[in-house]
């Protein structure tokens, strides 16, 4: 009670203010954030413009699902180490302890002039800034042969959902001693350890239920994200098991067949007993929709995360081409807090302060073998730039492995609070 | 909290100026400008400190809080993580945090 009624009150307060230092937002007026995507990005954005602003912006998050299964850990389910649910979120609490009003419904349009949303259900919402967080979609026809009618038979598993729930039932049901295809997406794509983080977790479940299973992976790419420690973890995990060919070598995906479940390339072609294929990808839809956009991704201004197309519009994590900074939750995350921090400046007249990026990506390989990489950023004047780096080491300890692993437990924790809390 | 509480009875053991140079930091911080760079912290370190890897700092002392991140500056204390974190971290940006943590509510 006393909460809402002092909200209410800052807010009362702090907007009369903004609108003798801010002429532009019409008189009395409470500035309005639209936060278009409830993942990683936009969650984060709609909770801290809210919470840091005590009520003097209204953010509005439009996000179709009620519920939000996360993309990260989503491997870690396949491995076996924790079930569907415990990814999954709700939005209570931004509504509740942020007074976020979270609307679910799709977004299908931005009119960038007249700084309006239309939802699915016909409505508009209005905005003076907007952020758009849509994560990805999948290019099919990047496969010849894939497509959304086979992606049941051939789950990409790239978006969180009941897609990577079919794929695990299929990891399960894989006759013994049968082929497992891997096809990882071509750069630039979200989470770049992902696939090979799979192909381990994937083994893993083998070496338990399957173990005369083999991994093939049919990469698009000549090498990958923390090669080097996730190929000698397979090697010391998973002797033999895993196949890694890379593009050099099968000189490229030809086609696949769902109905046979065959790949076809230069070097010969695979047959599958299950199979897991990831498309090239690009932003989602809307940020196409809204015009912010230059070909697959929205390239964005480095100190802000605003589009350099619209400076009324901010695009994050996936969409957005963030130069060095991988396509993660964690970057999601943190340009969240920069484009929230520069919103709200904007807005309600406070400090904005120079952009500052993080991410690091946890990465299991097997039971208490985790690896991880991780870097700082600023933004340059044409992109953000990475400031330091690390990576775990080859000769880390069995300790320093395990320590890794309960680190990221506790950093999903932390992540999701700092999500949807 | 072993460590926590090694790497305190080491700094107050053999640096005499040691509570002097942090209260020093202190004094630099801005408290606004350490709610905004706790948002990075934010990403991993849950409040409620229930986990075992990575603590809670929230209602941390400051003088403890700015020991911790000068030894992760200095590379004295090990984790890839923190020594990235720290290492871009000025003094008053130290101090910043330093205020801002301390003055949350620990956990329960």
Redesign the interface.
Known sequence: MSKISRRAFTGLAAASVSTLAFPSISLGAVPKVVVIGGGAGGATAAR?IAK?SGGAVHVTLVEASKRYYTCFFSNIYLGGFRNYGSIGHNYYGLAVNQGVNVVHEWALSVDAVARKVKLGSGEHLSYDKLVISPGIDLKYDSINGYSSAVQDKMPHAWKSGTQVQLLRNQVMNMKQGGTFVMVPPPNPYRCPPGPYERVSMIAHQFKQSNPSAKIVILDPKPKFSKQGLFEAGWQKHYPGMIEWISSEDHGGLKNVNASTMEFETDLDTFKADAACVVPAQRAGSIAMAAGVNNGDWCPIVPASMQSQADENIYVLGDASVAKSMPKSG?SA??QA?VAA?HIRGALTGS?V?DA?Y?N?CWSLIAPDDDV?V???YVAGAEAIDV????I?QADDSSETRA?NY??S???Y???T??MFS | MKMLLFIILLLSSFCKFAFSEEQQIIAMGDIEYGQYLAAECSSCHHKSGASEGIPSIHGMDAEVFVALMLAYRAKDMENEVMQMIAGRLDDEQIGSLALYFSQLEPPK
């Not at chain 1, 400031?387 to 690390?390: D, G, M, W």
Request: glycine share 6%; hydrophobic share 30%; charged share 30%.
């Open positions: 801290y840091d964690f995350n943190s807090k921090n400090r302060f500052r993080s690091t991880k991780g870097a700082s400031e330091s780096k690390f775990s320590a309960q680190e437990i506790d950093w924790n932390g992540m609070a700092d």
